[in-house]
């Protein structure tokens, strides 16, 4: 099948089929005699594992590593697991941020503005650099 009848069994745009190959994750295609990309099924597999791995939240590199083990021979769920693993204490940590982003939000609509030394609004004014602004 050819690039576009491809894209659109996934619902993708072209562009991205010829990125992944470009980055290595997607094998590239035999050639038509006229040229134009020859994909199988089996790219139409790969394709759709890439996409059930990236709405897991996988980078294509974590998922590029996926594939390459599972070319080599070897099983990658293993592998797949530690993914998960490090995926679920990234969001860990951001729920963590959020959290704290969100008491500090409810403190500044909580508190009574005070006019005295505020440049432009003092509850904006009341927020604490971190770091410099240079």
Same mark, same amino acid.
């Given at each position: 099948?050819?690039?576009?009848?491809?894209?659109?069994?996934?619902?993708?745009?072209?562009?991205?089929?010829?990125?992944?190959?470009?980055?290595?994750?997607?094998?590239?295609?035999?050639?038509?005699?006229?040229?134009?990309?020859?994909?199988?099924?089996?790219? !139409? +597999?790969?394709?759709?594992?890439? %996409?059930?791995?990236?709405?897991?939240?996988?980078?294509? $590199? #974590?998922?590029?590593? =996926?594939?390459?083990?599972?070319?080599?021979?070897?099983?990658?769920?293993?592998?797949?697991?530690?993914?998960?693993?490090?995926?679920?204490?990234?969001?860990?940590?951001?729920?963590?941020? !959020? +959290?704290?982003?969100?008491?500090? %939000?409810?403190?500044?609509?909580?508190?009574?503005?005070? $006019? #005295?030394?505020?440049? =432009?609004?003092?509850?904006?004014?009341?927020?604490?650099?971190?770091?410099?602004?240079?």
């Amino acid at each position: 099948m050819r690039i576009g009848e491809l894209a659109g069994r996934l619902g993708l745009n072209p562009k991205t089929l010829r990125y992944w190959e470009q980055v290595g994750i997607l094998p590239e295609p035999a050639r038509d005699t006229s040229g134009y990309r020859d994909y199988t099924e089996n790219h !139409l +597999k790969i394709c759709e594992f890439i %996409l059930k791995a990236k709405s897991l939240g996988l980078s294509l $590199r #974590e998922i590029k590593d =996926i594939l390459d083990l599972a070319i080599s021979g070897e099983t990658p769920c293993e592998c797949v697991k530690e993914k998960i693993k490090q995926r679920i204490e990234n969001i860990d940590l951001l729920v963590e941020r !959020l +959290k704290s982003e969100r008491e500090k %939000l409810e403190g500044l609509l909580n508190q009574t503005p005070q $006019r #005295e030394n505020a440049n =432009i609004c003092p509850i904006i004014d009341s927020v604490e650099l971190k770091g410099s602004l240079d």
